[in-house]
């Protein structure tokens, strides 16, 4: 493959292969000029040729890439005791070096939230590695964002200059935009670039870029520097097309990273529910790779964690008959698990060993969170309305504003300067559309008197340029590590100090997006119900960065959520969630009374996700809890009568007997070789969109430049040319800004594009126009009837 890619992109004939003039068939064009470039008996010599010195390169390939080696930031030891659960995890990974660069390694950190997660993990992929030769790592995250904050943080405590570490993310705009926000914050003194280790105390092995497999990727810098770079932090959206090989080479790449390097997957719970056969793929081809996974989140359901873990022994299993010093043998991976409390350590041959162990750490860990402080208190919040969808909405507003009073009370901080009553809370709700409407409601019908609302929507449906001034915005407020430096920030100063009410309230009414991968730490939250990991995760959210035990309700949970009032006798907690409208996973009941048992509403925390009742003893339409892991047995795990390991004699009866088994995460590794297709990845994409045909708009200035105009992208003559097309007005209904003005309510975050488009342009230099096109973007649904839109609440399909 990669030998095609290489000589298909050769246009010089002293490179080329000579062959007589005259061939009539053609293999290739070229890209610039579209003229034909190689006949085709020239290309397939060439090809052969190159297959054969790559072939004979790739044994060594990993052995000639940069490293990143005596590392004291990596080495050194806590001098905190809260982070000295490090060094015992560290000690524990180095007593497994050698026998893991045989045998595999399979990781599990458990850790809560706060201890250093995420600096443990590099510390511990260090231990593994030999020290003379250095650490290669692939930190792979979830999200864009989540993924530049990692990467950044590497950069700063390590000390790293780019050839040490590469950070990718997918699309260029999303990390001019961090950039640029970053570097306001060190202007104005709110951030800092200071290194706080020296670029020089660490060995950076400079690798052989002239090694026969680089000198054919050299045509792609990005791809060179996913490679070489010894820490790679990036989506995960980098690597899976490992696992694909559809079209067009970009398999090639992220094959090779995992072929030479370790492998870090971050929070690999928070992915869909239906993204989990191509994550199952990604850790299956690390394993038949050779490299070893480490698995890091608090909150890692046991099925989950045995599915994966399976797939890795499979996949190692094929590296050992490929490429292991004894091929004949069976594996046998160093597991090891990790938590702020304990550390194991156990060699697994088995998935029955593997899971004993899992089962025995949980339980300790399950055992030590229950005598924890409690920083979060539950309680449902009685949510009754009918009527139609714009009548429950509206009832659902009227529900929020005096439970939000009745939190603001119990928990708000007191501004030292103005001696106001100040707190932070937010509202998450489980979709966009009925958020929208839902914020519409507030601001008709306003705040008491002596209350000011500062209100903050945020959802993933805004303009990326709006979209990533609310993050940071966000970012820098809901840091609450030092509790009172927030009144000194410029922004909330100013709100203070202009509104003359003695109860000042910010509030994020947000989708989910607030809940997964956000360092924010709320004094309060309310929350529509969705799914058992969902309270979870946003309960993390609250006093996330202040210790100490709290003696009221501070998270309110809604007794159900606006999709069972919309659409009764239909699954209710799912889209996001895990209820089906039909066979074993639909509820009973959608009343989380009637779901949780109450000790599970009182202390929401991560002990009903990582120690699951007995599988006898589930019951999925009775319980939320029990909904999720028979789900995620069902998804990720082989069922009881797994098909007979027989090599199909086609793609097409492997697709077939993949249908008939049903399929599930385990189906790419359990059906024999059915991985070297593309079946798999056709029937199971990763982030599929099963919601229906997505449109890209962009908010365009008009000709005055002193208002937007909304344009679809489309293509042009050629893939390369773009079409901005004007919407027709009929599809474009944008909401009065005399909507938004309810009493005693301000918007808390952007209300007027054109402004913030023209402080962008003028720092980036560009002209209005091209900085619209480039940060003006959204992909929307496509809408028959078009779309709402206010700056301030974002894009929803219009009714």
Known sequence: MLADHHYSGLTEKADRVSVPKGYPLHANTRRDTGAFNQTLDEHLLGVAIHAGTINHALPS????????????????????????????????????????????AFIINMASTGCGKTLANARIMNALADPLKGMRCAFALGLRTLTLQTGRAFRDVLGLSDDALAIKVGGTASRELFEFHERQAEQSGSGSSQSLLEEDSHVLFEGNAEHPVLQRLSRDAQVRSLLAAPLLVCTVDHLTPATE?????????????LMSGDLVLDEPDDFDINDLPALTRLVHWAGLLGSRVLLSSATLPPALVDGLFQAYLDGRAWYQRNRGERPGEAPNVCCAWFDEFDQLQQDCAQSSTFVEA?????????ARLSKDPVRRLGELLPLNASGSP???RAAFARTLIPAVLRLHAAHRGIDPVSGKRVSFGLVRMANIAPLFDVALALHAQGM?????????VYHSQFPLLIRSAIEKQLDTTLNRRDPDSVYALPDIRERLDQYPESDQIFMVLGSPVTEVGRDHDYDYGIVEPSSMRSLIQLAGRIRRHRPGEVSSPNL????????????????????P??????????????????LLEEAEIRVIDARPRIVPRPDEALTPSQRLVDLEHARLRQQMLPPAQAVADT??????????????????????WRIHQVWLTGVLPQQQPFRSNTSGPQVDVVLLPDEEAEDYVLHQLSEGSSKRDVLYVRIDDSKNHRIPDHLLQGARISIWGTADYMELLRTHAEDTGLSLMACAQRYGIVSLLDRTQGWRFHPALGFTGEK
Do not use: Y
Not at 358 to 366: E, G, V, Y
Not at 657 to 663: I, K, M, N, P, V
């Open 358 to 366: 899992h089962a025995r750490f949980a339980q300790k860990r399950h």
């Open 556 to 575: 309110l949970v809604f007794d159900t959520n606006l999709r069972n009032l919309e659409q009764p006798g239909r699954a209710a907690f799912c889209r």
């Open 647 to 668: 090599p199909p004699r086609s793609t097409r009866r492997a697709s077939q007997r993949a249908q008939g088994a049903g399929l599930n995460a385990a189906s790419h």
């Open 245 to 257: 090989s559809q079209r067009g080479g970009r398999q090639i790449a992220p094959m090779l990273r």
């Open 390 to 392: 714009a009548e429950i």
């Open 448 to 456: 008491p008197e002596g209350c000011r609302l500062h209100l903050c």
């Open 577 to 594: 969630g895990f209820e089906q409208d039909d066979g074993p996973f639909r509820l009973n009941s959608h009343r989380l009374a009637d």
């Open 61 to 104: 390939f990993e052995r000639h890439l940069p490293r990143l080696a005596r590392h004291r930031g990596l080495t050194r030891r806590s001098q905190e005791a809260r982070f000295r659960w490090q060094d015992k995890a560290t000690d524990v990974a180095a007593t497994m070096r050698e026998r893991s660069a045989g045998q595999g």
